[in-house]
């Protein structure tokens, strides 16, 4: 058995990529509050784009079933056009595929609906293909509690690391010192990261003195 421990993500080794976060496959998460999985999906989206780590989109079916990618999200990401599929596996359209190829990684962060299908399936197949994969448990969802975590232990037995949303973003910083980055980190951690966000928003104002901030871009 191989033993091998996938190494620490940086925004140069990794693509990060967003399957099917569209309504109708949002209708049938219940493995995870959907107003939370919405805020997970986009703290995750924008720290991609403070760290220029490439991205993926794509879609299933759009016109025919399962509606637009989120409006919240094309917005991150305004000059990009999801990859639209049939298939249920991205890993079986040949457009997913060979942009995945076109990135040059080989550590692929995937976070989609539904966690036992639409996540499942392209994950064990990039692991196959010889992709390191980690997926984003937190910015994914199942048609169950049930169906997520049993979609998470296949994945786990099958290799692939599971990581949370803030996990990544954090990995990808690492160090406070990486001062391009600060800023861009910590104005999405007060936006999304709850009552850690809070926190910092309270050293801030009465600790350092600084002004109430109201801009969350």
């Not at 290799?159 to 406070?176: F, H, K, N, S, Y």
């Not at 007060?190 to 926190?199: L, T």
């Amino acid at each position: 058995m191989n033993k091998q421990v996938p190494g620490l993500l940086t925004p140069a080794n990794c693509t990060l990529i967003f399957i099917d976060h569209q309504p109708q496959m949002t209708f049938g998460v219940a493995s995870i509050d959907r107003k939370t999985l919405e805020n997970n999906v986009l703290g995750l989206a924008k720290a991609a784009k403070v760290f220029n780590v490439p991205t993926i989109l794509t879609t299933v079916e759009t016109k025919s079933f399962s509606g637009p990618m989120w409006p919240q999200l094309l917005d991150i990401f305004p000059n990009q056009t999801p990859i639209e599929r049939s298939s249920m596996n991205s890993w079986e359209d040949a457009k997913f595929v060979a942009e995945v190829k076109k990135t040059g990684r080989k550590k692929l962060v995937i976070a989609a609906l539904w966690t036992e299908v639409c996540l499942t399936f392209p994950a064990i197949e990039a692991l196959e293909a010889g992709y390191e994969v980690y997926f984003v448990t937190d910015a994914s969802g199942g048609t169950s509690k049930e169906a997520h975590d049993m979609a998470v232990q296949r994945l786990i037995q099958a290799g692939a690391v599971p990581m949370t949303w803030i996990q990544t973003m954090l990995e990808w910083q690492r160090d406070w010192a990486r001062k391009e980055t600060y800023n861009g980190v910590i104005s999405i951690v007060k936006e999304h990261c709850g009552a850690y966000g809070q926190g910092v928003e309270y050293a801030y104002t009465m600790v350092h003195g600084a002004p109430a901030s109201r801009n969350t871009k």
